[in-house]
């Protein structure tokens, strides 16, 4: 079975600094999704960015961007210019390419911002 | 192009009641997911439902648990019997179609309390 590891159970970051945030994970298969998602206080689940494993280049969104290492399975987060409405949990995943594979999740990092 | 809805946002029961969560998914998706987040965890998949389908319960607890998702109206997850152990937020998700790269919406939540 899969699984999501994420080391870091809490980060802080200055305000407009950058930060980095580590997700590694185990799977036998060659191609699948990773993907980041944001959980605000607000509890909602937001996608903040994905990566396909067949890709080499590393997904980017404004702010946001991963450095993937297949070999290493490794997916962290890049977040550049960090701001205030940044503060939230981050939770990393994994889905298989095949069949009617559900998320599978990291336990998340919460990431706090410092003004 | 409303979003995931779920409902109620919060529910609060006593053991031994049940509790009946739902999920309308987004216009023109008719996948639906059923995710549990226990406290300071990341979700864990619980059911996957096609209109009027199960396709995948291999996350559901073998007893008191069950989920549908009629041709008509909403997902429903219920909890028969509900013990303190069932506190969480249930999180639905949907998406258009079944591939492993298509993205999950996901609603609200439904945070239910078992005193």
């Known amino acids: 079975a899969q699984t999501v590891t994420q080391s870091q159970p809490e980060m802080s970051v200055q305000e407009a600094e950058t930060v980095t945030l580590s997700c590694t994970y185990d799977t036998s298969e060659s191609d699948y999704y990773l993907f980041w998602y944001k959980q605000p206080p607000s509890r909602q689940m937001i996608l903040v960015i994905r990566q396909e494993a067949y890709k080499q280049q590393n997904a980017t969104e404004n702010r946001f961007s991963v450095n993937f290492q297949k070999a290493a399975k490794s997916f962290s987060l890049k977040i550049s210019d960090s701001q205030l409405g940044d503060a939230a949990m981050y939770f990393c995943a994994y889905r298989g390419l095949w069949g009617n594979t559900p998320l599978v999740f990291g336990k998340g990092t919460r990431l706090s911002v410092i003004a | 192009n409303a979003g995931v809805m779920q409902n109620p946002r919060h529910l609060v029961r006593r053991r031994g009641q049940e509790a009946r969560l739902r999920c309308s998914p987004m216009k023109g998706h008719s996948h639906v997911y059923w995710y549990r987040q226990l406290p300071e965890e990341g979700l864990k998949f619980m059911v996957y439902?096609?209109?009027?389908?199960?396709?995948?319960e291999s996350g559901m607890p073998k007893e008191r648990f069950s989920a549908e998702f009629p041709k008509e109206g909403p997902s429903i997850l219920r909890i028969q019997q509900v013990v303190r152990g069932d506190s969480a937020a249930y999180f639905c998700?949907?998406?258009?179609?079944?591939?492993?790269?298509?993205?999950?919406?996901f609603g609200p939540g439904t945070r239910l309390l078992v005193l």
């Open positions: 439902l096609q209109k009027e389908n199960i396709i995948d």
């Open positions: 998700a949907s998406s258009p179609n079944s591939g492993a790269g298509e993205t999950q919406y």
